[in-house]
Each structure stands twice: as C-alpha cells, then as structure tokens.
C-alpha cells in the first residue's frame, strides 16, 4: 500500500498531464493493471483518464505461463505489470513480476495487445534487455474499475487502436456466445422448428485420406497403469513408494504386518534401479505380511493367478513362507508355500488356482517363526491377461481398447512423458529389461509407477491389436506445468525461464537415448545393442516403428527450440524413414500455436501434434477449422481433444459433437493423418481428470458414449473420402451446423461407409442418393437425450433397393451406413 501523500502527489502529475491531453480528439486513455496475482493483464479505457470502463468486462489480455496450475506463489500469477509501447519495434511489450517478491520477470510481445507472442522469463538484473529504451508516456497511477481501487499505469493510445481492440473484444465474445451453446437450450432455440427433409448426393469424386485417423493415446493418469491396465495385482510390490509420488508415502505404503514391525532397508538391494526391500525378522513368532491390493484383489472361481517373489535367507535355515489369498470374511481362495533356500537374492515363483469368486481379497505372505528374510518384488498376476502373456494387461481393459480397431497407439503420455521437471522426465530405458532393474517413476499426476508396463509392453501391445506404436518422448524440456524451475539456480534461469531443459552438455547422451529408442525398435537381433536387447526380452523381430513424438504441448521457447531441433536434426540423418511428430501448445490458438506452427515449418517438421479441449459448441461451429490448412506443410495429429461440458458429464451430447466434428476431420483427413480422444481411461476413486473414454473399476468396465462414437470411427474407417452434397429444406445456419455427413471408401473391404450426424431436436428425414445401384447395408445408430449416459449402438440390416436409400435420423443421434463391397 503506497503512503497517501505519494498517492495525492501521483493523482497531481497524473491530472496535470491528461489535462494537457484531453483536447486531443483522436485518442483515448488506457488503464493497465493486474488483480496482485489474482489475474492476468486487464485494461480499462476512459475518455478523460477520471472515469474508466473495463475493456472485455475484465478479460485478460494475457495471463502469466511461469510455474504450475494450482495455488502457490509460483502458479501462473502475475504482479505489477508494466505495459510499454517501443517506438523502436512499434509493439507493446508487457513485463511483470511473476512472484509477489520479484526477483524473476515476464517479458511478452503484441502488435495489437490481443495477440501475444511467447513469453521470456528473465531475472531482473537483466530488465535493461526486455524494457524498451524508447516508448510512449506512461505514468502510474490508482483508478477506480468497477468502483474497485486498483493501481497501475496509464496512456494514450490512438482511437483507431482503441477500436480495433474493441473490435476484436466484440469478435471473441460473439464466438463465446456460439461455442457456449448447449443442448438444453435448443427447446427455445429451435422453437417451432419441424421435421428437417434433407437429400444426400454422393459423387464420384474421391480423394486418398489416412487411413490411421482413429487412435488411441494412452497415458498413465487416473491411475490407468498401475491398478488399471497393467494386471499386477499387488500394491507397492517393489517397495519404491515415497513422498516423491504423494505427500505421506512412504516404503512400506499399502503393507500392513502382524507380528513385528515392517523393517525397510537398502544393504545390497536386488538392483541399484530398487533398493528397497523387506527385511523381515521372526525371530519372536510368525509374522504375517498383508497387501490389499488396489482397492482390493479381484478372484475368479477357477482361474489360476501367478505369484513371485524375490528373497533370501538370513537365518541359519531356509524360510518358507506360506502364501494366500484371503476373502474378507476369512475364508481362504488359494493358497502355496514358498521355500527360500537360497542366502543370495532369487526369484520364486508358484501358481494357485482359486476356489472361490472374491471382489476384494488381500494376499497375506506368512513367515514361520524364528526365520529371518529379506522380500522385494512381491507380484500377483492373473494368468488369464490379454494374449495370455506374462507380466501382461488386464484383459477386459484391453479388449475394450482392442474393440476400437485403434490404427495407433500414443504413449506413454502426455505430461507423464516429459514429467514434473527434468529429473522426472520418462527415460524410456529405465522402463524396459527385467523388472527388478526398472527404475520406479513418480508420477506428476499425483502416485506411482512401477513402470511393468513399460516400453517393451507398449510396443507389444500395439503389435497385439494391429495399430501403429507411437512413442512420444521430451524434447528435452520438462511439462510446460513445471514448477520447479521457480527455485531453480541453473544458469539457463536467465534465458530460459521455467523451461530451462536439460543441460545443453547432456543433450547429447540425451539424442543418442533418443536414436537407441529407435533401434531398440527397429534394429537387427543380432548385430545392434539394442536390438539385442529387444531380443532378450522375448521379441527378436523388430517392432518396425514409423513414428516417434518428440515433446508435448511444450512452452515453444528458446530452450525448447534449441533441444528440439537437436533431436530432430539427429533422427532425420539416422533415420529419415521415421516421421518425427513435432508439437505446437496446449491448444488451438494463441502464442504456442502460432509460434509452434511457424517452427514447425521452418523445420519442416513433417507432422505435429495439435491438442485442444472445447465445448460442443465450438466443436458445432468451427467444423471448417481444417479447411484451409496447407496440404503442403507439415501434417496433423489431432493427439488430445475432447468435448467439455460444464461439469464434465459424459453423454449423448459430448458424443454427437465429437461425431459431428469427425465428420469434418474425415473431410480433411488429407492432412489430419492421425486423432486420439483423451484422457482414455480412469478408475473409479482414483480420477485427476474428467472426462475420460473409458471407467472402471476392479470388477467391471464401463465405456462412455463417447467410447462407442470412437468404436464407431475406428470400426467404419476408411481410406479414401467421397464428395457429397447436402440440400436442406431448411437455410437456417444453426440448423444446418448440427448435421453432418461423411462418406469413406475402404479399398480393402471395397465397402463404402456413410457417417451422419443429427445434433437437432427434430427427425431429419434422409434420402441418400448413391452413384450406384445397391440391394443391402447394414446399419448402425447411436441416439438418445442429450444427457443420456448410458446408451449403446444398435446394428440392424438395411434393405436397399436401386440407388436411393431412405432413412430417418432420429434427433440427437449417429447412424452409420455400410454398404459391403461398395454394392
């Protein structure tokens, strides 16, 4: 709070200056000030520089990228703004504190304060570098907005500027005003309306599309590995947890023991990647070791589940431990025993069959008296896992994914690839070769990973369902979320800001971690490291990998460029077959899309990976968003979208504007190669983030619309678009936004595929006319209320007779036409 003597003699300068301006007709004054962290940059605009009015009703012109989403000091906030005009570049240049305390700044660019380039962080011993040496008059001063007192700076600016900031200000609402519309209020918005009468021409005319449109990317959040996908059953197997994954973690997290105390220790551990293990002493009677499980063990009656276990003897006989399976009631499903014969760490394993259905045993490890034992890597595995495999997935999840005939797969993230700062960026090595030697990870979601499902069972599972692995690893940088880098001393701080990225003396043993991924992929059994390796894990045939994402939505700043193009440069020289799939932001717009796109040609990068999370309403209105794009630049992987609602539901509605904006993405598929709803999975009690594709729980899985709208895609690709014409009895633009219509070509099927979209109150009633005679399809429709979770496809055979095929599209529905053998 500034004296009130220095605030008079403030007012006075200020008075005394807009008096000598307040004649000048064609400008006006402008206000600029931000909330103390509580809001971004805001500006207000008044005609005598006494009486204000906010521009945008308070939005924020730009909001601070330093530090992570949440509430700390280092969350994004913003202090003590300054805008300048430099009469040197002619652009504003914004610089602010981003902690109450200083010390580190934000500097960023416009040309017309809506359209910001990416910021630069800078400590203030640098300021002379950012702060222009020549710019127009400005004066700081307290105005009331909204009659709150808020302190900041005033200036004139030309009324022209004023009007275009207006215009765009009218602009952006107006596009808020459509991508916020809902389905609940098309009762009042289609008042009165009727049935739709809607003719369909199918043409002749074609044009190649990819034929890997539908994907799925998954990540490690919502707990979809460990306790998800992943089958291992026991919690904490390896003794890892720690506060590093979740505040009050610790080794023994997810273990109980009756008879002593759970003694953690790291004397010659099985493998320096886990050096955590059980030492367990019972010398004073038997002690039993307990594991629940995620949320408990889920038995089936007669299936056999696999059980291992790394131990060694430290007393002067062996110890035999018995293991069981315990309902809780306390009856006991299965049961084995356990010799641990040996003083040096090895591995046992046993099976057990067990005899009764349970949701929700324990396994209880019980150590005989007077024995002493170190435990580590204590698993449970069904053996039923998809493909039977060991060490594998939980097989009704990943049938579930299965069934949407993904023509690829992203993983390991997302966020998760490139971590909570550098040090827990995803090191692929760390993920593959035996498990005692993988290297545990903390997950920036908030738990663990143990990493089972690592490299080596992605790129197997992809090879399982068909679809093309696409890895994404950091460009070198940490999450754009990052925090750590507020407390961070590396010198890069000055340039690079939060994303001060690996050192640049380690980038290269970081590009050459990058070209081992590749050949650990691709290279020979035989004559490459690891290719070798690859062979000893069970898989001497390469995995003859395409594409490798580098980065995620990263800041597209200084230390990501130069990191990226470091890798780039590295994997086109040794590989030029493998497609690098570059990024450009977190969204559709803004300084990292624009930025992002701009390097991305430069680069000529050949694809990058678009993200974007949007209302139904703007999936309605901007299905021309790929219109336009160059077909001779890089490609589009559509990696991370979804429809939001408020509230996150998932439902007829989400669904269908998923569906209706496919429709426009197949058009484009030309240059939309690949695209991957997101997130895809999520446990029940376990969720960071809705919605999500697919819920679950121990004992069932439960697809979303959502999930049978991608089904419906994947199941009913194909690889070359039709031209149609769509003809309405209706020219009402609202009405026809909310239909949408995409004919494919399978050449392998020789199927043709019609996809339509009813996203009205009303019936459409349909005539598809085809450029061929035909006698049958099939026919399969999604429909319901907008808010209806809970519905499902339903297929049925459609006779055809000629080349005219009548339907009715029920309101708020998706119905798929698919004509076998083009006929």
């Known amino acids: 709070m500034l004296p009130t003597k220095i605030i008079a003699i403030a007012l006075m300068c200020a008075a005394s200056w807009l008096s000598m301006t307040a004649q000048v007709p064609d400008s006006v004054y402008i206000f600029s000030y931000a909330e103390s962290g509580k809001s971004g940059l805001r500006l207000a605009v008044s005609d005598n520089g006494v009486n204000w009015t906010s521009l945008g009703d308070g939005m924020n012109f730009v909001t601070s ?86 302190y900041g700076s005033v200036q004139k600016i030309s009324k022209a500027e004023a009007d275009y900031i207006n215009k765009r200000i009218a602009e952006r609402k107006a596009a808020d005003a459509r991508h916020g519309e809902q389905a609940k209020d098309d009762p009042t918005r289609f008042a009165g309306l009727k049935d739709v009468n809607a003719t369909i021409d199918i043409t002749d005319n074609s044009k190649a599309i990819s034929d890997k449109l539908i994907g799925i990317f998954f990540e490690d959040i919502n707990y979809a590995a460990d306790g998800g996908l992943y089958a291992e059953l026991v919690r904490n197997r390896d003794f890892e947890f720690s506060s590093n994954d979740r505040h009050g973690w610790n080794p023994t997290t997810g273990w109980a023991i009756e008879g002593a105390e759970l003694t953690i220790d790291t004397v010659a551990p099985i493998h320096p990647n886990n050096p955590h293990y059980a030492a367990i002493d019972a010398s004073n009677g038997a002690v039993e070791l307990v594991n629940n499980g995620f949320d408990g063990i889920k038995l089936t009656k007669g299936e056999g589940y696999n059980f291992s276990i790394f131990g060694r003897s430290k007393g002067a006989t062996p110890g035999s431990i018995n293991v069981s399976l315990v309902t809780p009631d306390g009856a006991t499903a299965a049961n084995a025993t356990v010799k641990i014969a040996s003083k040096e760490w090895r591995k046992y394993e046993v099976s057990m069959k067990s005899r009764i259905n349970a949701d929700s045993a324990r396994l209880v490890v019980k150590i005989p008296a007077n ?34 005939k993904p023509r690829f797969v992203r993983f390991p993230g997302g966020c998760v690839a490139h971590g909570q700062g550098i040090d827990n960026i995803y090191d692929w090595k760390g993920s593959v070769g035996p498990l005692e030697a993988r290297k545990p990870l903390s997950n920036l979601w908030g738990y663990h990973q143990t990493r089972g499902l690592g490299y080596h069972e992605y790129f197997q ?88 994402g580098i980065g995620n939505e990263d800041l597209i700043s200084p230390a990501f460029k130069v990191r990226f193009k470091m890798i780039n440069d ?128 121990n004992n069932d899985v439960r697809p979303t619309v959502d999930y049978y709208v991608q089904k419906l895609y994947g199941n009913n690709s194909g690889n070359r678009y039709v031209d149609s014409k769509v003809t309405l009895d209706n020219n009402d633009d609202a009405v026809s936004k909310r239909i949408g219509v995409s004919v494919v070509t399978d050449d392998k099927s020789g199927d043709m595929i019609i996809k339509l979209v009813n996203m009205l109150p009303v019936n459409v009633n349909t005539t598809v006319n085809l450029p061929y005679s035909a006698k049958s399809a099939t026919l399969t429709r999604l429909s319901g209320s907008p808010v209806d979770k809970d519905v499902k496809p339903v297929t049925s055979t459609l006779k055809v007779n000629g080349s005219a095929i009548p339907t009715t599209l029920p309101k708020y529905s998706m119905t798929v036409i698919r004509l076998k053998n083009g006929k």
């Open 65 to 150: 990228d330093f530090g992570s989403w949440g509430g700390s000091a280092t969350s994004k906030k913003m202090y003590s703004p300054r805008l300048y005009f430099s009469n040197g570049d002619k652009k504003w240049h914004a610089i602010w504190q981003v902690t109450p305390s200083g010390g580190t700044y934000a500097h960023a660019v416009s040309d017309n304060l809506i359209d910001w380039r990416p910021q630069t962080f800078f400590r203030e011993s640098d300021m002379s570098k950012y702060r222009p040496t020549s710019y127009r008059k400005v004066d700081s001063r307290e105005a009331y907005i909204n009659g709150k007192a808020q």
């Open 371 to 404: 024995a002493r034992v170190d435990l580590d890597m204590v698993s449970l595995f069904p053996q039923n896992t998809f493909k039977n495999r060991r060490n594998g997935l939980r097989k009704d999840l990943a049938q579930t994914l299965a069934d949407l």
């Open 461 to 548: 599972f992809c090879e399982d369902i068909n679809a093309e692995p696409l890895p994404v690893l950091a460009a070198g940088v940490p999450c754009q979320n990052s925090n750590h880098a507020a407390h961070h001393t590396h010198d890069e701080l000055t340039l690079f800001g939060q994303q001060d990225g690996i050192p640049m003396e380690e980038m290269d043993a970081y590009v050459q971690d990058v070209l081992d991924l590749i050949e650990y992929a691709n290279g020979d059994a035989k004559s490459t490291e690891w290719g070798r390796k690859r062979a000893e894990a069970g898989h001497p045939k390469p995995f003859n990998l395409k594409y490798i």
């Open 570 to 697: 590295a994997v086109r020289e040794k590989y030029p077959d493998i497609t690098v799939v570059g990024t450009v932001g977190p969204f559709y717009e803004g300084a990292d899309y624009i930025e992002g796109w701009e390097f991305a040609r430069e680069e000529n990068v050949p694809m990058v990976d678009e993200h974007y999370y949007v209302s139904p309403g703007w999936m309605i209105h901007n299905q021309h968003y790929y219109d336009n794009y160059d077909r001779k630049g890089p490609k589009v992987y559509l990696g991370e979208y979804a429809a939001h609602l408020p509230g996150r539901p998932s439902n007829i509605e989400t669904a269908l504007a998923e569906a209706l904006y496919l429709t426009s993405v197949e058009r484009n598929a030309d240059v939309v190669e690949m695209t991957s709803y997101a997130p895809l999975l999520a446990k029940d009690r376990n969720t960071q983030w809705t919605p999500d594709l697919i819920y679950f729980s």
